[in-house]
């Protein structure tokens, strides 16, 4: 297996646990800018620590972008998607597409009817 293939090194990343729903929480923002605490809030079980470091990890990915507001106290960062991180939404969604038409696991996730799923 070569590890400098582009598609390894994008699947070795968004493969980590986390990324996809952190990726969809900011989707769902709709543009907005995103707290760390609201992702918090929203991902329950995910820990601080690795919250943390998935999204620097995403950030250096250049599929969100971070911004950092110093006029205030403590300092307030935000995040959004960038214009690759939705492109990458638009594949994700291709693929969903692609396994509803083929039958490709078209039952119920257990938290929804994923058929009927906004993503």
Known sequence: MNHDCTVYKTMDYLAKRWTFLILLELYKG???????????????EVTPKILSQRLKELEAEGLI??????????LKSEYKLTEGGVELIMAIK??????????IDNEECGQHDCSACPY
């Open 30 to 44: 709709q543009g907005q800018m995103r707290r760390f605490s609201e992702l918090k809030n929203t991902l329950m």
């Open 65 to 74: 972008q971070r911004i950092v507001d110093a006029s205030t106290i403590p």
């Open 94 to 103: 291709t693929v969903k597409e692609w396994a509803l038409r083929w039958q």
